[in-house]
C-alpha cells in the first residue's frame, strides 16, 4: 500500500462516535452540547477521557459542577444533535429549543430519554491544553436501553437497531457507513 504525507493534520478517515454533553446551567435548565472526541481510559477501572476546545457553555457548566452526562447519537438524534452542535449554547434560539430530559440515577445530570446509552460522569481531573482540555472521568452510572441488555439479541443487532452515528471528513455517517449529511445540514429538519 502506498502512503503519502498529508500537508496539514487532520483526522479524517478515523470514525469518532457522537456524544451529547449534557449539563445544568446556573439557572438550572439543561444544555447539551456535541462533541466526538470521546474515549476510554483504565484507572484501576473504566473511566471516560472527553475532550472539548474552544470556550463552550457546556464545558463552562462542567467546570462549575465537575459532573455531566455522555448520551450517545443514534440517527434519529441526529438533526436535534446537528442543532445543538452548530448553535452557541448562550444563543436564545437554542434556550426555546424543547428537550426531553430526565435526571441521572445517580449524579445531577441531565440525561436525554431519546438517547440508548447514556454515562453519569464526574471528572476526576481538568489536564488543560492551549485551546482545548482532556477531562479524565470516573463513570458512575450507565443508562442503557433495556434492549440493549437482552442476552438472546446479538452485539451486531443490537448495534443495527440503536444506528449510532459517528462522524469523519466533516460528514455524518450511519452504522452502517453512509452518508447522513455534512456537518449543519441534518439540522435543517428541526
Not at 78 to 96: C, F, I, Q, V
Not at 99 to 128: C, H, K, N
Not at 138 to 155: F, W
Request: a negative charge; charged letters at 20%; aromatic letters at 10%.
Amino acid at each position: 500500500m502506498s502512503k503519502t504525507s498529508l500537508a496539514r493534520l487532520t483526522n479524517d478517515y478515523c470514525p469518532q462516535t457522537l456524544f451529547l454533553y449534557g449539563t445544568y446551567d446556573d439557572e438550572g435548565k439543561a444544555d447539551f452540547g456535541l462533541f466526538c472526541w470521546f474515549s476510554y481510559v483504565w484507572n484501576g477501572e473504566l473511566g471516560v477521557m472527553a475532550c472539548i476546545g474552544g470556550n463552550k457553555l457546556t464545558k463552562e457548566n462542567i467546570h462549575k459542577r465537575k459532573v455531566f452526562s455522555a448520551n450517545l447519537v443514534t440517527e434519529e438524534l441526529l438533526p436535534l444533535a446537528d442543532y445543538l452542535g452548530n448553535t452557541a449554547g448562550h444563543s436564545p434560539e437554542k434556550e426555546r429549543l424543547k428537550i426531553d430530559t430526565e435526571e441521572g440515577r445517580v449524579l445531577p445530570v441531565p440525561v436525554l430519554t431519546a438517547s440508548p446509552v447514556s454515562y453519569e460522569l464526574e471528572v476526576m481531573q481538568f489536564v488543560p491544553l492551549h485551546d482545548g482540555e482532556v477531562m479524565i472521568c470516573k463513570i458512575h452510572n450507565i443508562l442503557q436501553d433495556d434492549m440493549l441488555t437482552e442476552k438472546a439479541v446479538g452485539p451486531a443487532e443490537k448495534l443495527a437497531a440503536i444506528a449510532p452515528v459517528h462522524t469523519t471528513c466533516t460528514t455524518y455517517f450511519s452504522w452502517k457507513g453512509e452518508s447522513l449529511g455534512a456537518w449543519g445540514e441534518p439540522m435543517a429538519k428541526i
